[in-house]
């Protein structure tokens, strides 16, 4: 008979493999799950490349328009989010969501997944901005439902 809802399942038997929570994925299936979920975003015309990167800043996932240098992109990403929240630390705001960068002519959204890595989306135009934070942020829910359970797995 099941315990309680909540209950700690029963340590498994000396020797006996471990299971991974149902939602886990294994670090080979990562990539391609996340370019699955990236594709969503994709389909709206504002936006034009995502890049999914990891807590190291090592690219996981990339759609849509080849970027210049996806590696070097990855690790930046990751840095100003880095900074960006040390920052939001110091001033006393709580954690950071994501960071909007405006250029001429395009617009840059980092959205931090939590302490799993970083969302670089490529927006055309500031106009289209509210409809990518909310493929975003459904991207985001997706996310971390395939996160492992430890950070350092996430990799």
Excluded: M, W
């Excluded at 886990?24 to 990539?31: E, T």
């Excluded at 840059?108 to 493929?135: H, M, N, P």
Aim: hydrophobic share 50%; proline share 7%; glycine share 10%.
């Amino acid at each position: 008979v099941p315990g309680p809802v909540g209950a700690a399942e029963p340590a498994p038997a000396a020797g006996a493999p471990r299971r991974s929570p149902p939602h886990a994925l294994a670090a080979a299936d990562r990539p391609a799950a996340l370019a699955k979920l990236l594709e969503p975003l994709l389909e709206n015309a504002a936006i034009d490349a995502a890049l999914v990167a990891d807590a190291r800043g090592a690219v996981l996932a990339g759609a849509g328009r080849r970027l210049a240098d996806n590696a070097t992109l990855a690790v930046f990403s990751r840095t100003l989010a880095s900074v960006a929240g040390a920052l939001g630390t110091l001033v006393g705001v709580g954690e950071l969501g994501s960071v909007h960068l405006e250029y001429e002519g395009q617009n840059l959204l980092i959205t931090r997944l939590a302490d799993r890595g970083t969302l670089l989306v490529c927006i055309k135009d500031a106009s289209s901005l509210g409809v990518a934070r909310y493929l975003v942020r459904k991207f985001t829910e997706g996310e971390a439902a395939l996160a492992p359970t430890s950070p350092a797995l996430a990799s």
